[in-house]
């Protein structure tokens, strides 16, 4: 099984700020398959990211994943309101398919 | 686009089975990907298990004992069985789809308490 440990556990930014969430696994994850998955209250998981770096449908390009092997990597480059979430990394490489703990992006 | 949404009893007896059924529209099932995920209140994400279209199927081993998915294509659904459950299975249950083990699509989730 892939262990995936995301890092920090909270982010405390301002509006306007840029975000670095890390996610590090503790084998390769093949073929990059890398998710990123935001969540808000009472809301299902949307997926922000895919394939460690292609962004879904519906999100903007400030919204930008890297990396590869084991370390990967979310950037927002400038929070917005609805920015505050949190957020999952996920590999669909090998089964069972795990997820991070998930970081919190709080409004400081 | 794809849509999907839970039902079934909200409150399960421990030692009990939880049933749920995930009814699909917008989408056939040729080609994809069904799964079953859940959270505990204010916890993280787990992946149950994944049914294909073929009716083959794949079970987190943490619960593989205990579960089953089955489909139903002449109705559109598909459904998770866990038995025996406990406490530790309350959590909200999300039904999802993808065309690969990517998912793509959630249900909104239903909310499962086991409780005597």
């Known amino acids: 099984e892939i262990v995936l440990t995301q890092s920090p556990d909270t982010l405390s930014l301002s509006p306007g700020e840029g975000a670095t969430l890390s996610c590090r696994a503790s084998?390769?994850?093949?073929?990059?398959?890398l998710a990123w998955f935001q969540q808000k209250p009472g809301q299902a998981p949307r997926l922000l990211i895919y394939?460690?770096?292609s962004r879904a449908t519906g999100f903007p390009d400030r919204f930008s994943g890297s990396g590869s092997g084991t370390d990967f990597t979310l950037t927002i480059s400038r929070l917005e309101p609805e920015d505050f979430a949190v957020y999952y990394c996920q590999q669909y490489a090998i089964s069972p398919l795990t997820f991070g703990g998930g970081t919190k992006v709080e409004i400081k | 686009q794809v849509q999907l949404q839970e039902s079934g009893p909200g409150l399960v007896k421990p030692s009990e089975t939880l049933s749920l059924t995930c009814t699909v529209s917008?989408?056939?099932?040729?080609?994809?990907?069904w799964s079953w995920f859940r959270q505990p209140p204010g916890k993280g994400l787990e992946w149950i298990g994944y049914i294909y279209d073929s009716g083959s199927t794949k079970y987190n081993p943490s619960l593989k004992s205990r579960v089953t998915i089955s489909m139903d294509t002449s109705k559109n659904q598909f459904s998770l069985k866990l038995t025996s459950v406990t406490a530790a299975d309350t959590a909200v249950y999300y039904c999802?789809?993808?065309?690969?083990?990517?998912?793509?699509?959630w249900g909104q989730g239903t909310l499962v308490t086991v409780s005597s």
């Open positions: 999802t789809s993808g065309a690969g083990w990517l998912t793509d699509f």
């Open positions: 394939d460690a770096s």
């Open positions: 084998q390769s994850v093949s073929a990059n398959y």
């Open positions: 917008g989408a056939s099932f040729s080609g994809y990907y």
